[in-house]
């Protein structure tokens, strides 16, 4: 049973242009969504978060947008580089303190120059 | 401030062998956690570990288990090891409360 799903294995955008990540929940008990992304031959990275009280985050080019009652959010960066190429992936935490991460499973990231 | 790191890099062993790798957190951070990432199951949550208590876990069996020092650095062991233990295993650490979590560059086992 995949909690965390991100539909889309790969996407590619051309440099400049946004790039939309998408992710859904199934799990309501979910109060905390992060972003992470990961190069080859290293740990995630983590990008930005979202609380559930909140429906957006921005940092800098990432904005996380958060619709509790679709369970859906999205990862827009803007504008997108060829640096940020990479495997971006959602996760989400449940109520209570928890530090554990429920991971979906990607989508790689292409930006071209 | 450094960041978490992970010892050995790489590991081979053999079936039935077994193995412990080792963490240590950011200076300040009491929470480790364990994650497998494997390219069929994708990043799964093995266990968690704060203040020397294992606090959260998860589904894996009984071979797979870990401990953490006085000192926050945490060793996960996995007996009698399987074929589908190859994966790259993944430390992370944070404050302890929910919140971002920082990982370290992960241990690449390979079982033959």
């Known amino acids: 049973d995949q909690q965390v799903k991100q539909n889309s294995p790969s996407l590619s955008v051309q440099e400049g242009r946004i790039s939309i990540l998408n992710c859904d929940y199934t799990?309501?008990?979910?109060?905390?969504f992060l972003w992470y992304k990961k190069y080859p031959a290293e740990g995630p990275t983590f990008l930005i978060s979202?609380?559930?009280?909140?429906d957006k985050n921005e940092d800098g080019r990432f904005t996380v947008f958060l619709n509790k009652s679709a369970k859906h959010l999205s990862l827009h960066i803007v504008p997108s580089q060829p640096g940020d190429s990479a495997v971006y992936f959602c996760?989400?935490?449940?109520?209570?303190?928890?530090?554990?991460?429920?991971f979906g499973k990607g989508t790689k990231l292409t930006v071209n120059p | 401030k450094a960041g978490v790191t992970q010892t050995p890099r790489y590991l081979i062993k053999t079936r039935g062998q077994q193995v412990t790798l080792s963490c240590s957190p950011i200076?300040?951070?009491?929470?480790v956690s364990w994650y497998q990432q494997t390219p069929g199951q994708g990043l799964q949550f093995l266990f968690e570990?704060?203040?020397?208590?294992?606090?959260n876990k998860g589904n894996f069996p009984g071979r797979f288990s870990g401990r953490q020092f006085s000192n926050s650095r945490s060793e996960m062991n996995v007996s009698t090891l399987e074929l589908g233990d190859s994966a790259l295993y993944l430390c992370?650490?944070?404050?302890?409360?929910?919140?971002?979590?920082?990982f370290g560059p992960g241990t690449r086992l390979t079982v033959l």
């Open positions: 992370a650490s944070s404050v302890g409360v929910t919140g971002e979590q920082f």
């Open positions: 799990n309501s008990m979910f109060d905390y």
């Open positions: 979202i609380s559930s009280i909140k």
């Open positions: 996760a989400a935490s449940l109520l209570g303190g928890s530090e554990k991460l429920v």
């Open positions: 200076s300040g951070h009491r929470s």
């Open positions: 570990y704060f203040s020397e208590t294992q606090r």
